[in-house]
């Protein structure tokens, strides 16, 4: 029995060699390679924002701004509004200018405020013009609204400013009370309910809730191109040497044959993926990194040997490949997680290895 088992080591390792051997002179196992370099770029590189990004940056170009000037006071209370969730917006501080149009671009911020270096000269003359610039990339779903919630924070501040500066026009002379009291009047009219009605009332229904997931575009895009390229690598059954060998072959060796094909045939892509990862989205600890990603890949492995064996028409089996593309696009949480509107499709995302690796990794992240 031991020697059965050696010669059958051995010939698992001389197809192993032989295969790897064959697959790394094929084109298309280099091409596959490259277009998942191409596409996970791209995804990382020119995202649209999610659709629950309220991430929005503000940069101050005045550098030598002191804690007290109106320039840190206007970031301060928008900081604080996010803090307080006085506000649906993340607001945060970014350090650089560069930056700041990196994350917007990529669609990691949803857009961002960036206040003149002059900001605070101007602003005690009274001079508004061109103060604030906002930036944000062609995919901004909220911008325009940020937007009115920096300029409702800015006026806070402006409004009293004007106070200050107009009181002698308005008034002809310059008066502390009259100042003192138009900015107790500014102020109790901001925070009170005299000029908005505010009735609240507790309303039945459905309990509306916010995710805070962490989409995993770049993990989930690795892992369905790892599928497709088995499912393309399998396709090689209805055609070509390896099927006239595996057609052969009694059952068990059959079996060992097609798997080590399609172990060999997706090694490259394999490393290219998990290196993309870990330069794109090292989130997780390497070493269970490298543990979950092996493990998924020989779940993809026989997950696509096992489809194989349901289809015996090439015609059919290409038509799959591409209808397996769109569902795992759709159900597996890589953009968005259709399953918090239809609950039902979740158990169904665990029956892809690239909706199972990606409820492990939002698991372990989350």
């Known amino acids: 029995m031991s020697e059965q088992k050696n010669a059958h080591l051995r010939r698992g390792s001389r197809w192993f060699v032989l295969l790897l051997k064959r697959q790394l002179k094929r084109p298309f196992l280099w091409v596959i390679a490259l277009f998942m370099v191409i596409s996970v770029l791209a995804i990382f590189y020119v995202t649209a924002p999610d659709v629950n990004n309220k991430r929005i940056l503000l940069y101050s170009a ?84 940020a937007r009115e919630t920096v300029f409702a924070e800015f006026f806070e501040i402006y409004g009293k400013i004007l106070i200050d500066s107009e009181s002698y026009e308005i008034f002809g002379r310059d008066d502390f009370e ?19 009605n505010a009735d609240y009332q507790t309303v039945e229904g459905i309990k509306a809730s916010e995710s805070d997931k962490k989409m995993q575009p770049v993990r989930g895009l690795v892992m369905i191109l790892i599928t497709m390229a088995l499912l393309l690598n399998g396709s090689e059954k209805f055609y070509g040497s390896a099927s006239c060998v595996s057609k052969a ?32 989205d090292p989130s997780v600890d390497v070493f269970l990194d490298i543990l979950l990603y092996i493990i998924f890949v020989m779940a993809a492995v026989i997950w696509t040997f096992l489809f194989s064996k349901l289809l015996n028409n090439a015609v059919s089996y290409m038509a799959w490949i591409m209808t397996f593309l769109i569902a795992q696009v759709i159900i597996c949480p890589v953009w968005q997680d259709v399953s918090e509107y239809v609950p039902s499709l979740k158990p169904v995302s665990y029956l892809f290895p690239a909706g199972a690796y990606l409820r492990i990794i939002e698991y372990l992240t989350h």
């Open 62 to 145: 005045d550098e030598n701004a002191l804690e007290d000037s109106y320039s840190q006071k206007l970031i301060d209370n928008l900081l604080t509004a996010s803090q307080k969730n006085d506000t649906i917006f993340e607001f945060e501080r970014i350090e650089n200018y560069d930056a700041l149009i990196d994350e917007v671009t990529r669609g990691s911020a949803e857009c961002g405020f960036v206040l003149s270096e002059d900001f605070d000269e101007r602003i005690a003359l009274c001079d508004t013009s061109d103060l604030i610039e906002y930036v944000s990339s062609n995919y901004t779903t909220k911008g325009e609204v």
């Open 178 to 196: 009259i100042t003192a009291w138009l900015t107790d009047e500014y102020d109790r009219l901001l925070s009170g309910d005299d000029v908005f």
């Open 249 to 280: 072959l009694p059952f068990g060796e059959k079996t060992r044959f097609e798997i080590l094909l399609y172990i060999t045939g997706i090694i490259v892509p394999g490393i290219t993926g998990f290196v993309l990862i870990r330069i794109l």
